[in-house]
């Protein structure tokens, strides 16, 4: 059964470093998303992805976050100077199309900044 | 501003009971339910979802039930087995208003014991 992978599954940072968390979607899927998920909280909306640019934002996704596309596979979010608040696990997800469609999640990458 | 909530931060069963687990939502304008399981390390899983049109849907083992008078949700799990202990959440896609983003609720950690 198809699936959406992420890669790594942990990354430890320091403070003001950049990340790149990697995604890959389902293969016939063309809507990507990220969320994240702080320990104990919910699952909050990030970013959603279509046709090669955002779709939607959320709050949480300010100035230091970026999402690309760089091939036909792979999808990612950067974060350009990270904070210890960024501290979570960003999930990935992708769905067939937009509305009434399933949106499948990747295992997550835990982020650490330290 | 909206938000989706869960009534029971935990939820104890025994095996073999059936579990029911809530949700109330506040976004009338709703269209869209999903609820997905999160096992300890791992990304959210796709259960059941359920159109604002529908009042009840059944999948195996789990049944969601959806009142738009007093905007509740709740999923039914029968026989409840140990594989099933997780934390549950619910999630809606305001498709009404364009959206594309799945907003979730806080999460019901389901222990079952044996």
């Known amino acids: 059964e198809p699936e959406v992978t992420q890669t790594p599954s942990h990354q430890v940072t320091q403070m003001g470093q950049e990340v790149i968390l990697r995604c890959v979607p389902i293969s016939n899927h063309l809507y990507f998303y990220w969320y994240r998920q702080i320990l104990g909280q919910k699952v909050e909306f990030l970013v959603s992805?279509?046709?090669?640019?955002?779709?939607?934002k959320s709050e949480i996704f300010d100035d230091q976050f970026s999402v690309e596309r760089p091939d036909g596979s792979n999808f990612t979010l950067k974060i350009r100077s990270t904070k210890l608040e960024d501290s979570a696990m960003y999930f990935c997800?992708?769905?067939?199309?937009?509305?009434?469609?399933?949106?499948?999640f990747g295992p997550g990458t835990r982020l650490t900044v330290l | 501003g909206e938000n989706v909530g869960l009534h029971l931060p935990t939820l104890s069963v025994q095996e073999g009971d059936n579990s029911i687990i809530n949700c109330a939502y506040s976004?009338?304008?709703?269209?869209?339910f999903i609820w997905y399981k999160q096992e300890s390390g791992k990304g959210p899983q796709f259960i059941i979802d359920?159109?604002?049109?529908?009042d009840k849907r059944q999948g195996q083992r789990v049944t969601v039930l959806l009142n738009k008078t007093v905007k509740h949700l709740s999923l039914q799990i029968a026989a409840t087995q140990p594989g099933d202990s997780a934390v549950y959440f619910c999630a809606e896609n305001p498709l009404s208003g364009g959206y594309n983003k799945l907003i979730f609720g806080a999460g019901t950690r389901l222990a079952v014991h044996p």
């Open positions: 359920i159109r604002s049109n529908m």
């Open positions: 976004n009338s304008a709703s269209d869209y």
């Open positions: 992805f279509y046709n090669n640019e955002i779709s939607e």
């Open positions: 997800a992708s769905s067939i199309s937009k509305g009434v469609d399933t949106q499948y």
